[in-house]
């Protein structure tokens, strides 16, 4: 039997005391009934008269209850925006920030998709050239890994192609960074786990970058992949990032926005999100 519904209505109508306006219309009705409930008491034989005469009461008292219910619906409606927005906050861009944190090394997950490419190139762009920021042109990107996995060598040979397009797709761009592919045997979380550990290990040490210098990036690759990628930033104390594509309708079926002014570049702190969460659940 499902609960949730019924824990729902109690939830809403609970604390009644705190909103003086429930509470003032709480006892109208309260007075009303009283009175009605006395009338009848006394003159049960008399229940036309009485119809006539607490016809308008009856109303009231039904209007009033109504009218309880949905002004504490509201409040209770406008509570929930309030909870979903706080913990939705740390999920949004941060545009203010900028490049501020400025990083050199960015990991990438990648997916055998073709149009996963031009994703790709916005996030290594944006890091590299600085878009939407408030210093244009300040980034300071220098390395990118891509990790990538798949069981099946057909699979693999795309992996491969994708790689060799977002080189020269970069390339042509004039984004001059370093591409390190980091293969996986096959898109798994516990695989993409320890290969972000990896390269936050020991892999940027080759470069002379430190770890709050490189950010993961969980847009491309499997879910699968994109899991291990977040427990792993997590464990490690480290953000990731994600961008937010717009999607729109064409010929009955939603297709990905070629304008890329419309994405989001989001930062999301994990250590965050988590600390907000037990705060409300304290």
Not at 87 to 111: A, T
Not at 223 to 235: P, T, Y
């Amino acid at each position: 039997m499902n609960k949730r519904p019924l824990q729902g209505e109690f939830r809403y109508m609970y604390g009644v005391l705190d909103r003086p306006i429930i509470f003032i219309i709480g006892l109208l009705i309260a007075g009303i009934a009283g009175n009605l409930i006395y009338e009848l008491a006394h003159d049960l034989p008399q229940y036309k008269t009485l119809w006539r005469t607490w016809g308008i009461e009856v109303v009231t008292i039904c209007a009033l209850i109504v009218a309880a219910y949905l002004v504490n619906r509201l409040h209770y409606e406008r509570k929930l925006a309030r909870e979903r927005e706080e913990q939705m906050r740390v999920l949004r861009p941060r545009k203010e920030e900028g490049l501020k944190h400025s990083y050199r090394g960015i990991i990438w997950l990648l997916s055998p998709d073709k149009d996963s490419l031009p994703i790709a190139q916005y996030a290594i762009g944006k890091q590299k050239f600085g878009l939407g920021s408030e210093e244009p042109g300040r980034g300071k990107l220098e390395v990118c890994w891509c990790i990538y996995g798949a069981e099946k060598d057909d699979v693999k040979e795309e992996l491969d192609e994708r790689m060799k397009e977002l080189k020269a797709k970069l390339k042509e761009l004039g984004i001059n960074i370093k591409i390190e592919g980091y293969p996986i045997e096959r898109p798994d979380a516990q695989l993409t786990f320890d290969a972000v550990k990896n390269i936050y290990h020991s892999k940027i040490q080759k470069h002379g970058l430190k770890s709050h210098e490189v950010m993961a990036d969980i847009t491309g690759g499997f879910a699968s992949m994109s899991a291990g990628m977040v427990v792993a930033c997590f464990l490690l104390g480290l953000p990731v990032e994600y961008i937010q594509v717009q999607y729109i309708s064409s010929g009955g079926n939603m297709v990905r926005s070629s304008k890329q002014e419309n994405w989001n570049h989001i930062l999301i702190d994990l250590r965050e999100s988590i600390s907000a969460a037990k705060g409300e659940a304290s």
